[in-house]
């Protein structure tokens, strides 16, 4: 089976902290993979590291975009990250219609796109509204929007579901599925364990930095669960 990204070896100290400690997984092109792991397990730091935004102590990060491996390509990945990262003086549309032009969207196309997202996702009357005038429930749909405006080959979705209510976390989900269906891959990291269930083809377990465990969902089904009764985690 074809892989999307590769990651050898991963590891980033904060001083004498080891946040990542050697990790290494391979996405498969098309699934759905969740990076699980309890607070301070070091999900954030891998998925700023695969990004670009942290550079590791040491390990290889190899993406295989279009069939042949490359380096980061920012406009064939798409990021929700943990901080929110829109201007809040700006007003919604502008925010998205910026990171498509970033990303290489064409802007007509774009803004049509746009348009849609915002009302498929109920805030179809605030594309004009400045984002800080938004809840932060609406302010995370609009990043959340952001990350797949400009169709990537692979998102990353990091605590996608925080903060959300049950018919937005439905609504993130059911796109979550429409964008594996379209062909595109996933890697995400969420503590909702019956979200992951529903999403999630194989999961990659982290503490301290360091695997726990990783395989497809169905094959590790169990034993998973038990080492997350066993970090206190869900
Ligand atoms: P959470 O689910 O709480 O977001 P996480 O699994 O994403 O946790 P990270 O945010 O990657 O975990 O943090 C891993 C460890 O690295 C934690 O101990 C955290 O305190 C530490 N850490 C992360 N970023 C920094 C930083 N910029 N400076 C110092 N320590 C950091």
Request: glycine share 10%; charged share 25%; net charge negative.
């Amino acid at each position: 089976m074809e892989t999307i990204l590769n990651v050898k070896g991963l590891t980033k100290s904060f001083g004498p902290k080891k946040a990542v400690d050697g990790i290494s997984l391979s996405v498969i092109r098309g699934e759905v993979m969740g990076l699980l792991g309890p607070n301070g397990a070091g999900k954030t730091t891998a998925i700023r590291m695969i990004m670009g935004i942290l550079t590791p102590d040491a390990g290889e990060i190899c993406f295989n975009f279009g069939g042949r491996p490359q380096q980061l390509d920012k406009g064939k990945i798409g990021y929700l990250p943990e901080e929110r990262g829109l201007y809040d003086d700006a007003r919604v549309i502008e925010n998205l219609l910026y990171l498509a032009d970033l990303k290489g969207r064409p802007a007509r196309e774009a803004r049509r796109e746009a348009l849609q997202w915002l009302e498929r996702l109920d805030l179809g009357d605030y594309a004009d509204q400045k984002l800080e005038k938004l809840s932060k429930g609406m302010q995370q749909k609009v990043q959340f929007i952001a990350s797949i405006l400009h169709r990537p080959e692979l998102v990353l979705f990091d605590e996608p579901f925080s903060g959300l209510d049950p018919v937005n976390q439905d609504f993130f989900k059911e796109i979550i599925r429409e964008l594996q269906d379209g062909g595109t891959t996933v890697l995400l990291s969420a503590h909702q364990m019956n979200l992951v269930e529903e999403l999630c083809d194989s999961i990659f377990l982290i503490n301290h930095g360091r695997e726990v465990l990783s395989g497809k969902l169905q094959a590790i089904k169990e034993s998973y669960k038990e080492h997350l009764v066993e970090l206190r985690y869900n």
